[in-house]
């Protein structure tokens, strides 16, 4: 158990449709990740935020937004979704951002499923 | 621009027979850290081990052990005595410093038989 928790574990949802995806870091970490782990694109960063604050952006479709809450938690938020979306979505968190050996925990993942 | 190669896509192995599974990096920093993660069939990623690039020591820890080689920009991973649970996808990941997201490979699926 790392400690990084996502829910809902697995969504099933239809095309057009937004889902939002949950994350809770693990106790004291500041810094949140989400990644989307598809067959055809591997393992794809998305965006990152810092206590509060996006930090960094990756791939990240303009149809996809992020926060990360004063308690930490973040969501991700995926909408007008279409079938290529369906992905296995991580959370991960590490203490800070930079210094970048940090390592950084992984959640479960979220399955998402779009039919 | 960094990049992680895993030039093995598929791996499969019998029980017991020792597998090297293949990292190789590119990176115009000095300071760097790389990475393996495990990812077993139930999906979560599992972190495995982190190393900096100032330190070129060998490390085992258990069946595992990872060689890391600055001079051909390599890390690869070996697990001695395989076992069934070994088998997973295994990510190689690289971070320069500063930087704020960690690049993956494409992965690598080992398969150990029974």
């Known amino acids: 158990d790392s400690g990084v928790t996502q829910t809902p574990k697995h969504l099933i949802t239809a095309t057009g449709q937004r889902v939002t995806l949950r994350c809770s870091p693990r106790s004291g970490d500041l810094s949140v990740y989400w990644y989307q782990q598809s067959l055809d694109q591997g393992l794809q960063f998305l965006i990152q935020?810092?206590?509060?604050?996006?930090?960094a952006k990756g791939n990240i479709l303009e149809r996809f937004s992020a926060q990360q809450f004063p308690d930490l938690h973040s969501e991700l938020n995926l909408s007008s979704l279409e079938l290529g979306d369906s992905a296995l979505y991580f959370c991960?968190?590490?203490?800070?951002?930079?210094?970048?050996?940090?390592?950084?925990?992984f959640g479960e993942g979220s399955w998402l499923t779009v039919v | 621009a960094q990049k992680v190669t895993q030039a093995q896509t598929e791996i499969s192995v019998v029980e017991k027979e020792d597998v090297t599974l293949d990292c190789v990096y590119e990176t115009r920093d000095t300071t760097y850290y790389l990475f393996w993660y495990k990812q077993p069939p139930s999906g979560e990623l599992v972190f495995l081990i982190r190393r900096n690039s100032f330190d070129e020591q060998n490390e085992i820890s258990g069946r595992y052990s990872w060689n890391f080689q600055k001079s051909t920009s390599s890390f690869n991973f070996t697990i001695t005595a395989s076992q069934v649970v070994d088998s997973a996808v295994y990510f190689c990941a690289l971070r320069v410093t500063g930087g704020f997201k960690t690049i993956f490979g494409a992965g690598t699926r080992l398969f150990v038989k029974a």
């Open positions: 935020y810092y206590n509060g604050e996006e930090r």
């Open positions: 991960a968190s590490s203490v800070v951002p930079t210094g970048s050996g940090n390592t950084i925990y």
